[in-house]
């Protein structure tokens, strides 16, 4: 196992360990930015550090892999907190901003996908409700998230977007999105895709592939 201890990152000049904005942390790919937010793409491999940065905006995630994943705030001391595939966090760092590290001590990758809001407050849209098989995972004041998860042969009912949001991809597949008045769209999705999504019209999701499709949509408010 490699620890915290063993790998304690870059220091300044007075011994004070360098922060980063989270932006620049290792192993966080800053993948999409629009007017709402910036989308990143964490993967830190076995042994892997990402030093200390800063968190100052409200950050929403997925986690896709859970190699035991060690964090460390800023003065604290290291904790681990297991985690599942498909867990959905908000933190609220508008409010309360923090400052840690981050090492892998499992065996194999950490991965997350998540995005930071840059709007300090909520109030422009309101996320309307989604039928079964939609199961609310999140619902707070940025943010409403939903988990779907579509066996072979099985469909979504029609829901609108009513609010622009971002979709992330769990478990991948065949599937095929019916829109009003638009052509069917046919769409093969991996594991770890993201997706903008603007509000739009009535749509309809129809798991076209032989595996088990599983994805986590979010809305903002």
């Known amino acids: 196992m490699i620890g915290a201890a063993v790998l304690p990152g870059r220091a300044n000049a007075t011994g004070e360990p360098e922060i980063v904005p989270i932006e620049f942390a290792s192993f966080h790919d800053q993948t999409f930015k629009n007017e709402y937010l910036q989308f990143m793409n964490v993967t830190i491999p076995a042994g892997g550090m990402a030093a200390y ?17 060690e964090g ?16 959905v966090l908000f933190t609220n ?9 981050v090492v892998n001590v499992g065996d ?5 996908a998540g995005f930071e809001l840059f709007d300090s407050e909520p109030g422009r849209f309101t996320p309307a409700a989604r ?4 199961v609310t995972v999140m619902d707070n004041h940025r943010l409403q998230a939903w988990r779907l998860i579509l066996q072979p042969g099985q469909t979504a009912p029609a829901m609108r977007q009513a609010a622009p949001g971002v979709r992330i991809v769990v478990q991948g597949g065949e599937l ?22 603007d509000i739009g019209p009535a749509r309809t999701i129809r798991n076209t592939g032989k595996s088990t499709i599983e994805l986590v949509e979010f809305e903002l408010k």
């Open 176 to 197: 095929i999105e019916g829109r009003e008045g638009k052509p069917d769209h046919k769409l093969n999705l991996k594991f770890g895709d993201f997706a903008w999504q």
């Open 72 to 87: 460390t705030p800023l003065g604290g001391k290291p904790l681990i907190v297991p985690r599942k595939v498909g867990e």
């Open 53 to 69: 940065h800063s968190h100052t905006r409200d950050f929403a995630q997925v986690y896709l892999a859970v190699s035991n994943a």
């Open 108 to 112: 194999g990758d950490f991965r997350i």
């Open 93 to 101: 760092y508008t409010k309360k901003p923090g400052v840690h590290q």
């Open 131 to 134: 039928p079964e098989p939609y």
